[in-house]
């Protein structure tokens, strides 16, 4: 036959297998689809990005139950739900053969009102109805029924936390569990902040600091350079977060905090017309800062806009300053950094800016006082790590 005959033989063999490869997988593709329900296959919709795995009884998935009931379990794989059609027995879901693990969006594009109760804990057992007061999920443990889209934990934690936030008094021994260890609490050096007046201002250093929106407190410091510490929350729920920041003023115990007053007013004035005690942010971040920076921050980017009027002060500027920060902390930052001890161009003295919590919003400052009254620290609150 020769060489070339032989290859000739040896290619149409090749072919041959290549096409019997191709008539098996569009085989198993048309049997997929038969065993697909029709919506399925038609419109298949993704209702929750990223959902999981979900195991679900074949009698659901092939059409000849209907949904009946959905709990939650401790899962290493998935998200932990597990749904039965009214037609399983236990006999039924007792053989692993007659359940599937399938994308949760599966079982939505099936039963979409399952998306409503997604976001319920783990232990959760609910029974599903469909009857003409329209479709719903009744706790099997508790009896009540559950008509309304259950929030994600970080939004329902994220509201109770708006609640909290911005009392005039808190008891001492919150603040010492922000600033103690454990599994979800880590204190963090941020760097060193220089106060060369003794004034101190509390500000969005990109949309506020050296305008006349940011809060100068109406208590002063001794003229020094003090640490800052932040409270980092690492939680299962939002993930990394800085629940609160505080400047270091002494050494002592603080016995008591009270909400740092803006400058020419007293506690005594707060509820006044026009008398606030917080500070806005709306760049997601907060410092602290002397009087005298501030004002020289204020006249930096004065000029830096001059000289840069299509440029972002935080992409063009703050930016890469955060990444190094990020590159030399990286265990307690997010991507992109959490913190910066900022030297400013012309003093080459620092302010420590963070990232406030859970973002944007009004925050207040408190003052730790020590048993003669004196401040020991200054810590400002961003979150409630109990929430989270």
Request: proline share 4%; aromatic share 14%.
């Given at each position: ?177 922000l ?24 500000a ?7 305008s ?50 803006p400058?020419g ?68 930052q ?27 919003g ?27």
């Amino acid at each position: 036959m020769g060489f070339f005959g032989k290859r000739k033989t040896e290619k149409r063999k090749e072919e041959k297998a290549e096409k019997r490869k191709e008539e098996k997988t569009e085989k198993r593709k048309e049997e997929k689809a038969e065993k697909m329900p029709e919506k399925e296959q038609k419109d298949w919709k993704v209702y929750i990005e990223g959902a999981g795995g979900t195991i679900v009884s074949k009698s659901i998935l092939n059409g000849t139950a209907r949904l009946k009931w959905l709990f939650r379990q401790e899962s290493e794989y998935g998200n932990g739900w597990v749904a039965f059609g009214d037609s399983d027995t236990q006999e039924y879901v007792n053989d692993a053969n007659n359940m599937s693990f399938v994308d949760f969006n599966t079982l939505a594009n099936i039963e979409p009102a399952v998306v409503f109760v997604f976001y319920m804990p783990v232990g959760s057992d609910l029974e599903f109805r469909s009857d003409q007061t329209g479709k719903y999920f009744v706790d099997a443990q508790t009896g009540e029924e559950i008509r309304d889209t259950v929030q994600h934990p970080a939004q329902a934690a994220f509201e109770q936390n708006l609640k909290f936030l911005n009392q005039e008094i808190y008891p001492a021994d919150f603040f010492e569990m922000l600033f103690t260890e454990n599994k979800k609490i880590k204190v963090v050096r941020a760097g060193e902040a220089d106060f060369p007046t003794g004034e101190v201002v509390l500000a969005d250093p990109i949309a506020y600091l050296g305008s006349p929106y940011e809060m100068v407190l109406d208590k002063r410091i001794l003229a020094g350079s003090y640490p800052v510490e932040l409270s980092v929350c690492l939680s299962w729920i939002a993930g990394l977060r800085i629940a609160a920041a505080r400047l270091l003023i002494r050494p002592g115990q603080a016995v008591h905090y009270e909400i740092a007053m803006p400058k020419g007013n007293k506690r005594e004035d707060l509820g006044k017309p026009g008398v606030f005690s917080v500070f806005g942010v709306d760049t997601g971040l907060a410092c602290f800062a002397d009087g005298r920076l501030a004002q020289e921050c204020g006249a930096f980017f004065e000029k830096w806009r001059k000289d840069h009027p299509e440029k972002n002060k935080y992409t063009d500027y703050f930016a890469d300053l955060f990444q190094k920060s990020y590159e030399a902390c990286p265990e307690f930052q997010n991507q992109g950094g959490s913190f910066l001890e900022w030297k400013l161009p012309e003093s080459g003295q620092r302010a420590v800016l963070f990232s406030s919590g859970m973002g944007d919003g009004i925050y207040s400052g408190y003052w730790g006082l020590d048993t003669a009254g004196e401040p020991v620290c200054l810590t400002v609150l961003f979150m409630n790590p109990e929430y989270f």
